[in-house]
Structures are given as structure tokens and as C-alpha cells.
């Protein structure tokens, strides 16, 4: 008996070792399928007994924990059963004074309070759909947005009437002000009628929704061009809903909220992830990097999501004590490089990273769930909740590469190719309001197969070859040099390992003689630092290849980003590198001196005229 427990024994180990040596990763992927398989079970029984939209998950959770904090903001505590009163009230409201019904469109205007989430689900209870609105954009985006999605009436908060000044004479339809009074005649007020209405929800003849149905428009915006209406469907919002607990998040977590609701990322991912666990929302108004660790600790969070480059701005702050005195324990999102990444763990404790990838129009996405510093996910079989190619495109169109029978190729691993992934059910594609060129234009069709249809997410991935996978960038943020693909957040990467650098933006620009764009980059000094061309060299030289080097430097004292802090590069690249175009100080790569170089216009004038040669 001895000899056969000893066998096992050394069989189970030497197993170990070979799962451990060829399959690292295994148990990590058994867990994380283990999770989806559980989540999707849930979510099927909830849809059994009728529980099917994102307001009836949040409805069921009003019954079963009504007393739990909901959403914490500033001093103020807001139970389950306050946020579905609170909206019953302002469905009430809404309804007999605004007129609303299902099927209407509103356009919702509102800084980040708990208002947001009381209007949008009082909307809801209606059958509206709503349509979330940036608060940055001016009037003619503004004008633009609001005719897109075909908005009946706008809700706005009280300190945004200034916003809609402008659009109030010609916008065509009514105007609400979640305040008790308004200093403009036009503009009916919301709070002032709200205790009167019952806290019971509206009956309404609204019909069950179909999944497949809009429940949202999302505005996405890109570096140029107006803002595009992307709808979103019913069974795309419950998915959102899982996202924090696939990351690891549970109901006894606090989870603190910084980003923007009228984002994906925060109202679905966020605020819908908050109501699938059961936990506490912890909203802030507004992001702010100094007050960020003094809030975690105030607040026990234990949770926080975050999109872009929230994480950098946190890793240049000053050093606090609330910094590695605080609870929290899982960080979620996107955007994260990786650079930032490890500066991050070795500096605020252990703190889980759960670096993702998602899309605004489309459900395909990725979760990294490993320790793994980089990679965007895991692309193993297991893991596949939705069937997804890479593609290989053409580099100067970016357009999908086709065999003479007319069909795409995949690429190989450890190869850069064009995501993209089947439209159906679980991945469905509403399209923009108002503009089906631009709907058309995120299909491919006949992709692999004669009549399929793909969404093309318009982004580079690479899958390596122990299966994680990598973002390389997004179409029209790359740029050709000298033959050569360069990938921007490469650059951005590379040039952000400096400690004398505090914010990187690259890009390409146009050099009239040559083909392709020369790199550029926008840099941000740290305070007290000066540009160091000699170490900027060097550091290019053991890191990047020679067409991969910035050819000119710009240095601001800030970069244009959005609330996600995407960076803006539109006027950066139309601006390029002329000392008369350009009032910030530009610099040149001198390559035979071994340095960046002040770009006189007497040196432009040379290498526009070839006489200095890139």
C-alpha cells in the first residue's frame, strides 16, 4: 500500500512539474472559465424567471438587499430601495409633466451624482431609451448629438444649463432641469415636483423588451469628426454587467467610481457591474489624482475602475501616507501600459491588475486574469466567450487583405492582425443613429465564407505564443517610415520609461520629398527637469530601431485629452514641425551628434528643402 500512495505521489508531482513547465497558465484559465461558466448560469436563471434587462436586475436587487448602500457620494448614502424609489418618483414626474412615454428618445446632460442614475432609471421605467451626453461638447456638437439620435426632450443638471444657452433657441424640443427652480423661462425644473410623486413604480403599457432592442446611445468619439450615436441592445448592457465579477470583484466590495457616466466604462461596466454583485458604488464627481488614495482610505474601498492613463497620473503624484494605508485590493479597466503597470504595483502595495479590452458597439472583449504584465488577455480555447479573428490587412489602406477567391487571411502567431468578430446574438451590432454609411463601414462581409458578416473593431492585436494577447494600436494611429510599420504606443511606451519625461504623445507628420510620416513626439518635462537629448539617444538606441525614433520633439506643458484621457492628436499632426506653425520649443534629431537638437527655421528649411537628410 506504501509503494502504491508513494507512486501516486511521485505521479502527481512529476504531473505538476510538466503542467507548471508546458502549461503555466493552466489553472488560471480553469479558474477564470470556471467563473464564466457561473455567470453565465446565473444569468440564464435570472432569465427563467423573468429577470432580463439591466433595470430588472437592478429592480431584483432593490427587493432582495434594499437596505444595502448603493451609491456613496460625497456625505450623502443611498440605499437600493432610496435608487428605486428616488427613480419611481422621477418616472412619475416625467411622465405627467414632461409627457414622456416609451419609446422616446432623451438626452441626458448630467455631471457625475446620484441624479444621473435616478433620471436614467426613472427614463427607463418609462420605456424611453436615453441617450448619454458628453458635458465638455460645445454647441455645434451638441446640436449634433441631440439631432443623431432623434432626442424628444434633454435632462440636464443644474450646473450645465450654461451648456444648452446656445442650442435652446433652435434644439426643437424640451428642456428639463433636475433642480427645484431655473432661472430660464423655457426650462421646466424636476426636483421642485418630486416629493409629491409616488415612490411606487409607474405602470406602464410598455411591451417586455426584446434583447436584440436599443436600451442606450453612447456617443463615441475619436481625435476628429463629430461624435457618432452607437446604440446599444438590451443583451449587450446585461453582459456589461458581469464585468467586475469576472475580474475577481465580489458583493461585499466597495468599489469607487471616478470615470464619467456617460461612458460605457462607467455606467454599464461600473454602475451595471456594482448592481450584478450587490456591492457599494462609490461615485465621485470628478477625478482628482491628489485626492485619490485620501478617498480609498475614507471610504474603505476596496474596488476601483480605471480607464487611459488614470493610473500614470497616480504614479506621478507625490508620495502620501493614505497611498499604502488604503484596503484596496483590485484595479479594473483599459489603457494601462505597461511601464505604468509595474511602476504601479512596486509602488502602492498588492493591488490586482485586471488589464481588459472592450468596445462601445460590439461585445467582444478580453480580461486579463493572470499576473502577466502587458498582455490585454488570453485568447485560449476555454476562454472564447465570443469567436474572434486576426486578420492580416494592408498596411498603407489597413484594409483587410483578401484572396483571389475574395476571402481574408488570418494571421499567424506572434503576428499583428486586425481584430474582428462575427456579428450575432451574443455580439450584436445596432449600428450609429442616423448614419448607416458609417454603420457599414464597422461590417465586413464575406469575410471567410460567402454571406457572414464580421465587425471590424478598426484595431491591431497580436496573440504570442503562449496565447496572451497584446494591443498594438489603433488604425490611423500608426504611421510608415522608411519601410516600416511603427506602432505609437510602442514609442509612447518606450519614451515613458524615462525619468525625466511626465506625459508622451506620438504620432506621424508629413516631410514634404519623403513618402510615409516621420515620427514625432509631444513631450511633458517633469518639474525641475530639462529635455536631456544625449539620454533621449541613448535610450532610443539600445530600445527602439532607428525608424521607430521620434525624428522631432515638441515640448508643451500639457496634452489634449478626453475625460478617458485618450489623447488628442488631431491638431498635433496637422500642426507638424514648423517653427512658424508650431509656438512650443521643437527639437531635432541630430543622429550624427548623437542628440536631440533646437529646430531653428533655418534647419527646417534645410530639411524641407533636402539639404539635411532623415
Given at each position: 500500500m506504501s509503494w502504491a500512495i508513494s507512486t501516486l505521489a511521485v505521479g502527481v508531482v512529476t504531473l505538476l512539474l510538466i503542467q507548471r513547465k508546458l502549461y503555466p497558465y493552466f489553472w488560471d484559465d480553469l479558474m477564470y472559465y470556471a467563473r464564466v461558466r457561473r455567470v453565465g448560469s446565473a444569468m440564464m436563471a435570472r432569465m427563467k424567471r423573468g429577470v432580463v434587462t439591466y433595470l430588472q436586475c437592478f429592480e431584483l436587487q432593490a427587493r432582495n438587499i434594499p437596505e444595502k448602500p448603493f451609491v456613496v457620494f460625497e456625505e450623502q448614502i443611498l440605499t437600493y430601495r432610496d435608487v428605486d424609489a428616488r427613480s419611481n418618483r422621477f418616472a412619475h414626474v416625467l411622465r405627467s409633466h414632461c409627457g414622456l412615454k416609451h419609446g422616446d428618445v432623451v438626452a441626458?446632460?448630467?455631471?457625475?451624482?446620484?441624479?444621473?442614475?435616478?433620471?436614467?432609471?426613472?427614463?427607463?421605467?418609462?420605456?424611453?431609451?436615453?441617450?448619454?451626453?458628453?458635458?465638455?461638447?460645445?454647441?455645434?456638437?451638441?446640436?449634433?448629438?441631440?439631432?443623431?439620435?432623434?432626442?424628444?426632450?434633454?435632462?440636464?443638471?443644474?450646473?450645465?444649463?450654461?451648456?444648452?444657452?446656445?442650442?435652446?433657441?433652435?434644439?426643437?424640443?424640451?428642456v428639463w432641469v433636475a433642480a427645484e427652480s431655473s432661472t430660464h423661462q423655457s426650462i421646466g425644473t424636476l426636483l421642485d415636483k418630486l416629493e409629491s410623486a409616488s415612490p411606487e413604480k409607474p405602470v406602464t403599457d410598455a411591451p417586455q423588451p426584446n434583447l436584440m432592442s436599443n436600451f442606450l446611445f453612447i456617443f463615441t468619439s475619436g481625435t476628429t469628426g463629430l461624435p457618432k450615436a452607437a446604440r446599444i441592445s438590451h443583451i449587450k448592457a446585461v453582459m456589461c454587467m458581469a464585468f467586475l465579477r469576472l475580474c475577481g470583484a465580489g458583493a461585499r466590495d466597495r468599489v469607487y467610481l471616478t470615470l464619467p457616466l456617460y461612458h460605457m466604462s462607467a455606467s454599464l461596466l461600473g454602475i451595471g457591474g456594482c448592481i450584478e454583485l450587490g456591492a457599494t458604488c462609490v461615485l465621485k464627481r470628478k477625478f482628482s489624482a491628489s485626492q485619490f488614495w485620501k478617498d480609498c482610505v475614507k471610504y474603505d474601498i476596496t474596488v476601483f475602475q480605471y480607464i487611459g492613463e488614470l493610473c500614470?497620473?497616480?504614479?506621478?503624484?507625490?508620495?502620501?501616507?493614505?497611498?499604502?494605508?488604503?484596503?484596496?485590493?483590485?484595479?479594473?479597466?483599459?489603457?494601462?501600459?505597461?511601464?505604468?503597470?509595474?511602476?504601479?504595483?512596486?509602488?502602492?502595495?498588492?493591488?490586482?491588475?485586471?488589464?481588459?479590452?472592450?468596445?462601445?458597439?460590439?461585445?467582444?472583449?478580453?480580461?486579463?486574469?493572470?499576473?502577466?504584465?502587458?498582455?490585454?488577455?488570453?485568447?485560449?480555447?476555454?476562454?472564447?466567450?465570443?469567436?474572434?479573428?486576426?486578420?492580416?490587412?494592408?498596411?498603407?489602406?489597413?484594409?483587410?487583405?483578401?484572396?483571389?477567391?475574395?476571402?481574408?487571411?488570418?494571421?499567424?502567431?506572434?503576428?499583428?492582425?486586425?481584430?474582428?468578430?462575427?456579428?450575432?446574438?451574443?455580439?450584436?451590432?445596432?449600428?450609429?443613429?442616423?448614419?448607416?454609411?458609417?454603420?457599414?463601414?464597422?461590417l465586413l462581409r464575406d469575410v471567410f465564407k460567402s454571406g457572414d458578416v464580421y465587425f471590424n473593431t478598426g484595431d491591431l492585436m497580436l496573440q504570442d505564443h503562449r496565447d496572451f494577447v497584446y494591443f498594438k494600436d489603433r488604425i490611423g494611429d500608426t504611421f510608415r517610415w522608411k519601410g516600416e510599420n511603427v506602432s505609437t504606443t510602442e514609442v509612447s511606451e518606450v519614451l515613458g520609461c524615462l525619468d525625466f519625461l511626465l506625459d508622451v504623445s506620438v504620432y506621424g507628420v508629413t516631410v514634404p520629398g519623403y513618402e510615409g510620416r516621420a515620427g514625432m513626439a509631444a513631450v511633458v518635462l517633469k518639474d525641475g527637469h530639462g529635455l536631456d537629448g544625449d539620454r533621449l539617444y541613448s535610450h532610443l538606441l539600445h530600445t527602439l530601431p532607428p525608424y521607430a525614433w521620434p525624428c522631432f520633439l515638441r515640448v508643451q506643458t500639457s496634452l489634449d485629452v478626453t475625460d478617458t484621457f485618450k489623447q488628442q492628436k488631431g491638431r498635433l499632426v496637422q500642426e507638424g514641425f514648423s517653427p512658424d506653425t508650431v509656438q512650443q520649443p521643437l527639437f531635432f534629431l541630430d543622429a550624427s551628434r548623437k542628440t536631440y537638437m533646437p529646430l531653428t527655421a533655418q534647419l527646417y528649411d534645410h530639411i524641407v528643402s533636402g539639404k539635411i537628410r532623415l
Open positions: 441626458l446632460l448630467m455631471n457625475n451624482e446620484p441624479d444621473f442614475i435616478c433620471v436614467w432609471f426613472g427614463l427607463c421605467k418609462l420605456g424611453c431609451e436615453v441617450a448619454f451626453l458628453n458635458f465638455n461638447i460645445k454647441s455645434q456638437s451638441l446640436r449634433h448629438c441631440l439631432r443623431s439620435c432623434g432626442a424628444k426632450a434633454l435632462v440636464i443638471g443644474p450646473d450645465l444649463i450654461r451648456c444648452v444657452d446656445e442650442v435652446l433657441p433652435d434644439a426643437g424640443l424640451e500614470r497620473y497616480l504614479v506621478n503624484q507625490p508620495k502620501t501616507a493614505e497611498e499604502v494605508a488604503h484596503k484596496v485590493r483590485l484595479a479594473a479597466g483599459s489603457g494601462l501600459r505597461a511601464d505604468v503597470w509595474t511602476q504601479f504595483l512596486r509602488r502602492f502595495g498588492k493591488i490586482q491588475i485586471r488589464e481588459s479590452y472592450g468596445l462601445t458597439e460590439a461585445s467582444i472583449g478580453f480580461v486579463n486574469y493572470t499576473d502577466e504584465i502587458g498582455p490585454i488577455g488570453r485568447a485560449r480555447f476555454l476562454m472564447q466567450h465570443l469567436p474572434f479573428e486576426f486578420l492580416k490587412c494592408d498596411p498603407q489602406t489597413h484594409e483587410p487583405i483578401r484572396t483571389d477567391t475574395g476571402h481574408c487571411i488570418k494571421v499567424s502567431k506572434g503576428e499583428a492582425g486586425l481584430l474582428v468578430a462575427p456579428v450575432m446574438f451574443t455580439n450584436p451590432f445596432l449600428g450609429y443613429a442616423g448614419d448607416k454609411a458609417m454603420s457599414e463601414k464597422k
